[in-house]
């Protein structure tokens, strides 16, 4: 449901949605909070299914699904 409270904000505030090219999914969480989950390997966004991410890259920060530095460290002495 909130998926589809997201999109409909989108259209109402006339925002484009590019879920097949940049709509990332990324679930937060500790390690052992990520254990505790059963994810879907998909999920529906505006009748797109869109694969979950490790991470994801917001404003040139990498952000990572256990919300270390590590990703973003590693990107960054490239």
Avoid at 22 to 46: N, P, R, Y
Avoid at 62 to 69: C, F, Q, R
Wanted: hydrophobic share 45%; proline share 0%; glycine share 4%.
């Amino acid at each position: 449901m909130c998926v589809e409270d997201i999109v409909r904000w989108f259209l109402g505030n006339d925002l484009l949605l590019n879920q097949s090219a940049k709509t990332k999914v990324v679930l937060f969480g500790t390690k052992v909070q990520h254990e505790k989950i059963t994810m879907a390997s998909d999920i529906d966004v505006a009748r797109t299914l869109v694969s979950f991410c490790d991470t994801v890259k917001l404003l040139g920060v990498t952000l990572d699904s256990t919300v270390t530095i590590a990703w973003h460290v590693s990107y960054v002495q490239l």
